[in-house]
């Protein structure tokens, strides 16, 4: 790859190649942390390997039971009859 001449004058790749170190770890460029919105120390990455490439995805922090149950009570969406009802209603309709 060298550099490419264009309209407005010469374009300059950015280089966001990174070295694998012997305890396989990396440093990810400033530019893909900032774009990808990550923030060191909390954020998680899912990595997998998939034609040819290696690819990563921020992990969305995963709830607690307790907070799955506090969201559920305090969510204005309420059935108004119980499961029995419906499941009888569905299974003789």
Known sequence: MG???WEA???IPSVNDTLLREKNQITLPTEIVEAAGLTPTKD???WRFEAGEI???KLTRRLT???VVQAIKASPLKFSRS???MRKETREA
């Open 44 to 46: 998680r990455i899912d």
């Open 3 to 5: 550099l490419e001449r």
């Open 83 to 85: 499961w029995e009802q």
């Open 9 to 11: 004058g010469w374009e």
């Open 55 to 57: 690819r990563g995805r």
């Open 65 to 67: 039971k307790e907070q």
